[in-house]
């Protein structure tokens, strides 16, 4: 099993990035998908989801009408695209898989949102 993120970087205030998580391994399409992150010195927070067959997200608040989250069913991927960042979205990234109690996690792609 394997989920690769990538799409993290530096970005301006107001800018906009789009992560990717590439999944391998297992059922892609079976599995509810969800990125979370991680800023310094806090705890991991649930930033989207989205079920196994895509017709149902939810957000976290702070991100609500600025994030994104989708997936491609062909390209085992799931996305966030990133609008209107702030340096309060600044963490690591973390993309998970979950059916069940069954859980996977991806190791994780930093975004720092500063001037």
């Known amino acids: 099993v394997q989920l690769v993120e990538s799409g993290g970087g530096l970005v301006q205030p107001g800018g906009s990035l789009r992560l990717s998580c590439a999944a391998s391994?297992?059922?892609?399409?079976?599995?509810?998908m969800s990125w979370y992150r991680q800023a310094p010195g806090k705890e991991r927070e649930l930033v989207a989801d989205i079920t196994s067959g895509g017709g149902r997200t939810n957000y976290a608040d702070s991100v609500k009408g600025r994030f994104t989250i989708s997936r491609d069913t062909a390209k085992n991927t799931v996305y966030l695209q990133m609008n209107s960042l702030k340096p309060e979205d600044t963490g690591v990234y973390y993309c998970?898989?979950?059916?069940?109690?069954?859980?996977?996690w991806g190791q994780g792609t930093q975004v720092i949102v500063s001037s």
């Open positions: 391994g297992f059922p892609f399409s079976s599995y509810a």
């Open positions: 998970k898989a979950r059916w069940g109690v069954i859980a996977y």
